[in-house]
Structure formats: structure tokens, C-alpha cells
């Protein structure tokens, strides 16, 4: 079938904005992180990144269960009853504080995690294989567009979460733009959830597959093209056994983990850097300067996260998907290893940012790389599958960062109401010489990467 269609397939990318901008949120969960062990003292460093591991494992999992589900029903469903299950978990993540301890936590990783990380995964895969399904001519750059607003919702949804909890101004680029009421932490979920739940249904529905055997008008596939696909569809029983898949599995976990470890933490790890400068006890403003800059570093770690989807996406259309991983991971390797030593925030954002700019390029690549391999016929289950791997990264990543930590010293610094709290400075080095060289691994395995031959084409 040519191009014509009663459908603009541009109303796609639209909807898959509107959706992932909002899906990633997921990445502010570093904003949360002191004002969660200012209210339960008792959760550690290990306890508070609890919910982070498991919103990415469930996640990734559930992306398997919503790519299933869309190849065989239409993306458009799916994709609204994943809004719905992620704005009901952080709706009902407000009612964590009516709880302590223990049970406080495990009714926020439920509540936030695993329903709201079932309710991302759901709705994410919809929009990736929709476009993908409407744009073979453009696979790399649709995928970068796809998966953008993922990376970018951090840019608007941490500095509105941080107002929210403080009851600051909503920032961006340390320029006060308009009031927010103090909601404090708990609330905030709740406004979040709402608006959550709100935009991903809207999105979900723009979201519909192509006709059958449909094609962009004047565009013919180029077999001698780098990134042209194999023109076999290949099921995901078959895609698990060949060794193509698991080395791209491989190394998608390798990048995921760096740059999850990295985003996840990207505040506390600069407060750590910074308050390590200070001399105690620190101001009640200078304690909220440094909070304001870890919470602007997410947001601009997320424009280079966005940047790099669009960016890698279009590279790899030109030089192809293999150089171009192999440069991501190399430029990573580069970063991680390098990062400790980055302790003035200018230096901090460069090297975060650049961890961001790679890790953006990972998640626009591998669903192109999981079409060129293996077809889009069963894209939606298969990216699935390969997706694991980011599910497997969400837990790593994260969980070295806190559990190869180390505290360094404490600080006191005094609060609002002239309160003396303990800040402890934490020592992430380890963490970061291992991602560093699990990337360089990466690299290594990528070079040995080949197309797969497969047998059956069914």
C-alpha cells in the first residue's frame, strides 16, 4: 500500500509525546529522595533507592505484557489502561505518610513501583511500535522521537515536584517563573498522579497501527543500506535463541545501568559533592541552594537525555546502528570513569549530561536495532524482551550506587526552623569506576556483533 491514507501518521508522534513526556517522570525520583529520609529518619541510602530499582524492574517487565497485549489488540487500549494504573498508583502513594517504618516503605514501592511501574511499561512500548510501524523510512530518527519525551519529562516534572514539596517557586535555569503551593512530598504524588493519569490517556488516543503492507509514499527499502532490515520477521521463541540478541542484551544492560545509576541519583550525588565543601553547620539557604542545583541538574540531565534519542537516532541512520553504539559506549566509558573528580557544578553537569546524552541514544537505538534484526511483525513483544535488560539495569544501577557506597563524613546543616540535621556525605567512586568499565566491556562486544541469519521466517 503507497502512502495514502486518511491518517497523518505525524498525529502518532504527537501522541507518543504527550505519553512519554509524562511516562518520564519516572526519572525524578532523586528530587524525592532527602525529603522521603527527612520524613522516615530511619529508611538508609539502600531503603530510600528501594522504589527506584523496583519502578524500573516492574517497568521493563511489564513493557513484555503491553507489547504482547498491542501487537494483538491496537496500541490505543493498551496504552490508556497503562495512564490509568500509573495515575492510581501515585495517587495512592499519597497516603505513605499515615505509616512509619517499614511498612511506610513497602506501601510506597507497591503503591509507587509497582503499579505505577506496571502502568509506565504498559503504556511505553505502545507508542515506540506504533511509529515505528508508520515511519520505515525514518526508523532511527522515529525512535529518537518516540522515546524524547521519555527523556525529557524530568525537565519539567523535577523542578514542579520540588516546588511542590518546598513550596518554592517552579524553576528552570535558576529563574523563578511562577508560584507553587507548599504540598509537601506526599501530596505532590498525588497532584502528579492526577496529571499523570490525565495526559496518557489523552495521548493514547492518537495512537492506531497502519494498514496492512503499508509504505510512506515513494519510499522502497535499501537492502545495501547500513541500517536496512533483515526483511525477515522473526518471532521472539526464535530471537531468544540467537546469539545476536543476547549480545545486544548485554550491552543494553551495560548502558542502562550507567546511566540509570547516574539519573536516579543525580541530585544526592551533587549534594554529596557539594556538601562536602562546606563548613558546618551549613545555612538553612545554602542547604536549599544546593538542593535547587541537584534538582536543576535533573532537568537538564533530561534535555540531554532527550537530545540524545533524537541525536544518536539520526546518527545512526547515516553511519549505522553498530558505529554508533560503539561510540556511545566509548563516550560513556569516558564519562563514568572521569565523573568523581567533576566537583564544580559546571564540571558536574557536563559529565552527567553526557551520561544522559548516551543513555538517551541506548533507549532510541535498540528498539530501531530490535527492527532491523528481527522484523516488526512481532516488535511490540519482542522489544519486550530485549527491554528486559533496561529492567535488569534499573535494578543494578541504582543498587550499586547504594550499596557501593560509602560515607565519607556528616554535616549538620540547620533547617527552616533553626532545627540542626545530619547530612551524610556519600562516596560514589566505586560505583562509577564499575559502570565505567562495564561500558568499555560493551563497546568490546558490540564490535563483534553480526547480523542473524535466522532459518525460519515465521
Same mark, same amino acid.
Given at each position: 500500500?503507497? /502512502? ?112 505505577? !511501574? ?34 525529557? !519529562? ?32 506526599? =501530596? ?48 521472539? =521463541?526464535?530471537? #531468544? ?17 550507567? %546511566? ?17 565543601? #562546606? ?33 544518536? /537516532? ?26 568523581? =573528580? ?22 532510541? #537505538? ?13 516488535? /511490540? ?11 535488569? !539495569?534499573? #535494578?543494578? %544501577? ?61
Amino acid at each position: 500500500m503507497n /502512502g495514502a491514507t486518511t491518517y497523518n501518521r505525524w498525529w502518532v508522534v504527537v501522541g507518543a509525546l504527550i505519553i512519554q513526556i509524562s511516562l518520564g517522570a519516572v526519572y525524578i525520583w532523586s528530587v524525592f529522595q532527602t525529603p522521603l529520609r527527612e520524613a522516615f529518619p530511619t529508611w538508609s541510602e539502600v531503603d530510600v533507592t528501594r522504589p527506584a530499582q523496583i519502578v524500573l524492574a516492574v517497568f521493563a517487565l511489564a513493557v513484555i505484557i503491553g507489547g504482547r497485549i498491542q501487537d494483538r489488540v491496537g496500541p490505543r487500549w493498551v496504552a490508556t489502561a497503562g495512564g490509568v494504573i500509573l495515575g492510581l498508583g501515585l495517587v495512592l502513594a499519597r497516603w505513605t505518610e499515615r505509616w512509619s517504618g517499614t511498612t511506610a516503605l513497602t506501601w510506597l514501592t507497591v503503591t509507587y513501583a509497582v503499579l505505577g !511501574g506496571a502502568g509506565i511499561g504498559l503504556a511505553y512500548v505502545c507508542p515506540i511500535a506504533t511509529a515505528v510501524k508508520w515511519f520505515p523510512d525514518k526508523r532511527g530518527l522515529i525512535t529518537g522521537l518516540a522515546v524524547a519525551g521519555f527523556g525529557a !519529562g524530568a525537565f519539567f516534572f523535577a523542578p514542579l515536584a520540588r516546588g511542590l514539596i518546598s513550596g518554592r517557586p517552579y524553576a528552570l535555569f535558576g529563574a523563578d517563573l511562577f508560584a507553587l503551593p507548599p504540598l509537601g512530598v506526599f =501530596r505532590t504524588f498525588l497532584m502528579l498522579g492526577i496529571v499523570f493519569l490525565v495526559a496518557v490517556v489523552a495521548g493514547a488516543q492518537l495512537l492506531r497501527n497502519p494498514p496492512p503492507g503499508y509504505k510512506p509514499a515513494g519510499w522502497e527499502p535499501r537492502p545495501s543500506s547500513a541500517t536496512a532490515p533483515t526483511g525477515v520477521d522473526v518471532g521472539p =521463541r526464535q530471537m #531468544l535463541a540467537m546469539p545476536s540478541f543476547w549480545i545486544l542484551w548485554v550491552t543494553y544492560l551495560a548502558g542502562c545501568a550507567a %546511566g540509570l545509576q547516574v539519573i536516579m541519583k543525580a541530585s544526592p550525588i551533587w549534594q554529596s559533592f557539594r556538601m562536602a565543601a #562546606l563548613s558546618a553547620p551549613v545555612p538553612a539557604e545554602e542547604f536549599a541552594r544546593v538542593g535547587a542545583a541537584g534538582a536543576m541538574a535533573v532537568s537538564i540531565l533530561a534535555i540531554f537525555n532527550s537530545l540524545g534519542r533524537i541525536f544518536w /537516532g539520526k546518527v545512526s541512520d547515516v553511519i549505522g546502528r553498530k558505529a554508533t553504539l560503539m561510540a556511545m559506549f566509548l563516550i560513556c566509558a569516558a564519562a563514568m570513569l572521569a565523573l568523581d =573528580r567533576f566537583r564544580v557544578f559546571s564540571l558536574y553537569l557536563l559529565g552527567v549530561c553526557t551520561v544522559g546524552f548516551c543513555f538517551g541514544g541506548y533507549l532510541a #537505538l535498540y528498539p530501531a536495532v530490535t527492527a532491523d534484526f528481527f522484523g516488526t511483525k512481532h516488535l /511490540g513483544v519482542n522489544y519486550g524482551w530485549m527491554f528486559t535488560a533496561y529492567g535488569v !539495569g534499573g #535494578l543494578l %544501577g541504582p543498587f550499586l550506587a547504594a550499596r557501593l557506597m560509602s560515607v565519607s563524613g556528616k554535616v549538620d546543616y540547620l533547617t527552616a526552623d533553626g532545627a540542626t540535621k545530619v547530612f551524610e556525605v556519600a562516596n560514589y567512586r566505586p560505583a562509577f569506576l564499575v559502570a565505567g568499565l562495564t561500558c568499555l566491556v560493551a563497546a568490546g562486544l558490540i564490535a563483534t556483533l553480526k547480523r542473524p541469519t535466522p532459518r525460519v521466517t515465521s
